[in-house]
């Protein structure tokens, strides 16, 4: 079975410190994929990145990058140099490849950029 | 740019009334799903359509709950005879078939409360 935990709940960082949040995933098969979304005040979901199980190469997009490590099962998200702006909760997700994809989603960290 | 649209935005209900929540996925895609998320809790996975019909539903869509693609755009969630507990913000989003486990896109959420 499929399960993503992220073990902080809340964080709270001064602005333009660098903040890393933590995901690590379980799931049996050897193709999935990994996801991280961000869910502002407003409630909407944004799709922030996916990561398919074949492809370790970190990313980096501007003040966000994605450490995929596959041997510790752990997909993290670090904001470098915190704006107010990135205040939100932020939840990491995995689909397994199959036939409905769908997407199961951590418990989620809510993130509080101090001014 | 493409986005999924659901309506309303916001809807009260008195307990035991049946609401149906609307969404209007991107025109090209064929793969939809329903979402849930009890305030301050985690986006939970509650069914996903393909081929007009259900390929896969959660333990928490039960026979309160259905689906349907009435007119070959909308893709509506009918729940019968709500409880307060279903009070939650609920999400649809869609995928375009093709390359598996592309990125889901999600609508702006409708926000259930039952009185």
């Known amino acids: 079975a499929q399960k993503v935990t992220q073990a902080q709940t809340e964080i709270s960082v001064v602005e333009k410190e660098d903040v890393t949040l933590d995901c690590v995933y379980e799931?049996?098969?050897?193709?999935?994929?990994l996801f991280w979304y961000k869910q502002p005040p407003s409630g909407e979901l944004v799709f922030l990145i996916r990561?398919?199980?074949?492809?370790?190469q970190n990313e980096i997009s501007g003040r966000y990058s994605w450490n995929f490590q596959k041997s510790t099962s752990s997909f993290n998200f670090t904001i470098t140099a915190s704006q107010v702006v990135d205040s939100a909760v932020y939840f990491c997700a995995l689909s397994e490849a199959g036939r409905d994809d769908k997407i199961i989603f951590g418990k989620g960290t809510r993130l509080h950029i101090l001014p | 740019e493409p986005e999924v649209t659901q309506t309303p935005s916001h809807q009260v209900t008195q307990m035991g009334q049946e609401v149906i929540l609307r969404c209007v996925p991107i025109?090209?895609?064929?793969?939809f799903y329903w979402y849930r998320q009890i305030l301050g809790q985690k986006v939970e996975f509650l069914v996903s359509f393909y081929n007009n019909e259900i390929s896969e539903k959660s333990e928490i869509f039960d026979d309160q709950f259905s689906v349907e693609r009435p007119d070959g755009s909308n893709f509506t969630l009918k729940i019968r005879s709500t409880k307060l507990e279903d009070s939650a913000m609920y999400f649809c989003?869609?995928?375009?078939?093709?390359?598996?486990?592309?990125?889901?896109?999600f609508g702006q959420g409708t926000r259930l409360t039952v009185v």
């Open positions: 799931t049996r098969d050897t193709t999935y994929y």
């Open positions: 989003a869609s995928r375009p078939t093709g390359e598996k486990n592309t990125e889901a896109f």
């Open positions: 990561r398919n199980s074949f492809d370790e």
């Open positions: 025109s090209n895609h064929l793969y």
